[in-house]
């Protein structure tokens, strides 16, 4: 599966979410996650990202692999997202910085 990391915190794009073929993409206040039983490795969304913010599993960085059972455990519990909106209002600020994973709202 593909996974979404660190930099969608605080950005939340939604470009990903458009080209989806399958809605595997579940929303939180300010973070997506893609439901792993569910993506089906297309890599259509990799590209979409203006964080480049996601990996397929294999690819995600080594300070990053704890996204990997986030993405699992938050798709449980958000809801599904099927269709682009506004990214949040400072996303193009916080694109890039570091230290966001302690912003994750759950
Ligand atoms: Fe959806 Fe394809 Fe991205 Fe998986 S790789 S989340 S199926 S767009
Ligand atoms: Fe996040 Fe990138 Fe999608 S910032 S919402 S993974 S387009």
Do not use: H
Not at 71 to 78: D, P, S
């Amino acid at each position: 599966a593909y996974v979404v990391t660190e930099n969608c915190i605080q950005c939340k794009y939604t470009d990903c979410v458009d080209v989806c073929p399958v809605d595997c993409f579940v929303e939180g206040p300010n973070f997506l996650a893609i439901n792993p039983d569910e993506c089906i490795d297309c890599t259509l969304c990799v590209a979409e990202c203006p964080a480049e913010a996601i990996f397929s599993e294999d690819d995600v960085p080594d300070d990053q692999q704890e996204f990997i059972a986030l993405n699992a455990r938050l798709a449980e519990i958000w809801p599904t997202i099927t269709a682009r909106k506004a990214p949040m209002p400072d996303a193009d600020a916080n694109n890039g910085t570091t230290g966001k994973r302690d912003l994750l709202v759950e």
